[in-house]
């Protein structure tokens, strides 16, 4: 069954400033929370993905060139068309993605603040003037746009994870070329033709739909991508890394294993509302989910009675039809597989069952990906859920003695993007602030990013910031230029 919002994008892709229908192989795209097939992409074949570059290659010489103020304009128009358009934007994204109507029409209106963070930004690029060790010279450290960038992106926010990095280019004077995930391709595609209202160069923006192995590992090993802007798991990151047959820069925005610490001193009831919103939103597909919390002893039993009951009365839908529920169908069968198989592995090894467990029951919920947000306490580090990304709603819980204890805990992991903490005490506050080994630290709050502040992971969770000023560094080269005008 195709949808009419869907339908003008099936067999698409977006070049030279339009949709094209591609010639390239057939891949259906599904709903996830019926089964049903919304339409389908044609895989970018190697004529398209040359055609995309080098269009970008030509239009990055007029962008790179506009100034700074025609930027920001048209990133602002950008940014207006997007909000004005967030209902049907919205629900091109429920319907591939299974997030419910309202969360998606929130990432939408998100992608139109990134807009206009992002032209905002534009103009207050500014070098610096560096001190010389000889009279009559003069150091400017300019800032120059890299070119062309190929954007690779996940399922999860497939507007905002395009976002960042689209505004972040096209501020800088970039031009992008996206490959969006095989799942979501729609809303990538959606957004594409509002930057085609928008006033930016033919070619400036494109996007290639198919698969990450084929279409995405061809603008990694392709000579003219300048920079690979990549958001998906730790296992692909390295591949990327690994197999880019070139010098490349990359910014690698990868998996996580967040954990939030939960000390005696803590608000219960927030670190409960803070522990299920972050815990369960989007179905726990989210990079800084948390996927694991550690409770001072004296507490622990509060908090987990207080846990279940909120995670019992979370409302599960399908996202069109229950544009309210707190959370959809989770995108593919990929993700729920891997929930049970850590729901198991917990379980098997002695974890105590607190809130969920399986799938709801009735007929409205028999086709698609759906799962009851679940908690697990009495865990230990031996467990899969306590130590790799579920990327699920699936949370395990555990007490600690000491704080030492918590925060060796805490950083016990190879992955380092997210961590939370609820706490009143001055010291714990500092002390954990300090000592967690994470690019976010949040503290009695569960939301860790905000577009003017940087975000980005360490250790095993990548490399390179997004939001923020940094986020828009990440998009330019530094030239040095070193003038002797004589004046001493
Ligand atoms: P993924 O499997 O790594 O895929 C991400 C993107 O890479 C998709 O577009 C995928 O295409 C493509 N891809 C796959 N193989 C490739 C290759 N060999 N070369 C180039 N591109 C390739 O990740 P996912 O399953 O979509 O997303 C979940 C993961 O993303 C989680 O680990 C999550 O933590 C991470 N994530 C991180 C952040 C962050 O900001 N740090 C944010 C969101 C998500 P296909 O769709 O065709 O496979
Ligand atoms: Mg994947």
Redesign the pocket.
């Known amino acids: 069954m195709s949808d009419d919002a869907i339908s003008p994008l099936s067999g698409m892709l977006f070049l030279g400033g339009e949709l094209t229908p591609g010639a390239g192989e057939r891949i259906t795209v599904e709903n996830p929370a019926t089964g049903e097939a919304i339409g389908e992409i044609a895989q970018a074949t190697p004529t398209d993905i040359d055609r995309a570059v080098s269009e970008a290659r030509t239009a990055f010489r007029e962008w790179s060139r506009v100034t700074p103020h025609a930027r920001a304009k048209a990133l602002h128009r950008l940014g207006e068309l997007i909000a004005a358009d967030a209902d049907g934007m919205a629900r091109i994204m429920t319907l591939e993605q299974g997030k419910p109507l309202n969360e998606a029409r929130g990432e939408i209106l998100k992608l139109a603040e990134a807009c206009h963070f992002y032209a905002e930004e534009a103009v207050r690029v500014h070098g610096e003037i560096v001190p010389n060790d000889k009279p009559g010279f003069q150091s400017l450290v300019v800032r120059e746009p890299i070119g062309v960038v190929g954007a690779?992106?996940?399922?999860?926010?497939p507007a905002e994870?395009i976002g960042w990095k689209l505004c972040a280019s096209l501020a800088a004077g970039c031009t992008i070329v996206i490959?969006?995930?095989?799942?979501t391709p729609f809303t990538a595609l959606a957004i594409a033709r509002k930057v085609s209202d928008a006033g930016f160069p033919e070619g400036a923006v494109s996007v290639l739909t198919?698969?990450?192995?084929i279409?995405?590992?061809a603008?990694?090993e392709h000579p003219d991508v300048d920079k690979i802007a990549?958001?998906?798991?730790?296992?692909?990151?390295l591949?990327?890394q690994q197999?880019c047959p070139r010098i490349k820069r990359l910014s690698l925005?990868?998996?996580?294993n967040c954990p939030m610490i939960v000390t005696a001193t803590a608000d219960l009831d927030m670190a409960v509302a803070g522990a299920t919103r972050r815990g369960f939103r989007n179905m726990g597909?989210?990079?800084?989910a948390i996927n694991r919390i550690y409770v001072e002893r004296s507490i622990y039993e509060n908090f987990i009675a207080a846990l279940a009951k909120s995670a019992d009365a979370l409302v599960v839908g399908n996202g069109i039809e229950a544009p309210d529920a707190d959370v959809g169908a989770m995108a593919s069968a990929?993700?729920l597989t891997k929930t049970r198989e850590h729901l198991a592995d917990a379980l098997d090894k002695g974890a105590r069952l607190l809130a969920g467990g399986a799938a709801p029951e009735g007929e409205a919920f028999a086709r698609g990906h759906f799962f009851r947000p679940t908690a697990v306490a009495d865990c230990t580090h031996e467990m899969k859920v306590m130590i790799e990304?579920t990327?699920g709603p699936l949370v395990g819980i555990a007490p600690f003695d000491t704080l030492d204890e918590a925060i060796a805990l805490a950083n016990d992991t190879p992955y380092g993007?997210a961590s939370y903490a609820y706490t009143r005490d001055l010291f714990e506050v500092q002390k954990i602030s300090a000592e967690l080994d994470y690019g976010n630290v949040a503290i009695n709050n569960v939301d860790a990013g905000i577009m003017n502040a940087p975000?980005?992971?360490r250790k095993q969770?990548?490399v390179g910031y997004?939001h923020g000023r940094e986020g828009l560094l990440e998009y330019f080269n530094f030239k040095h230029v070193r003038l002797f005008h004589g004046v001493s």
Do not use: D, M, R
Request: glycine share 20%; aromatic share 10%.
């Open positions: 690779i992106t996940p399922w999860n926010y994870l490959k969006p995930a095989e799942i198919g698969k990450g192995s279409v995405g590992q603008l990694v990549f958001t998906g798991s730790s296992a692909v990151g591949h990327i197999t925005e990868l998996g996580g597909q989210i990079c800084i990929e993700p990304e990327f993007l975000y980005g992971g969770s990548g997004e």
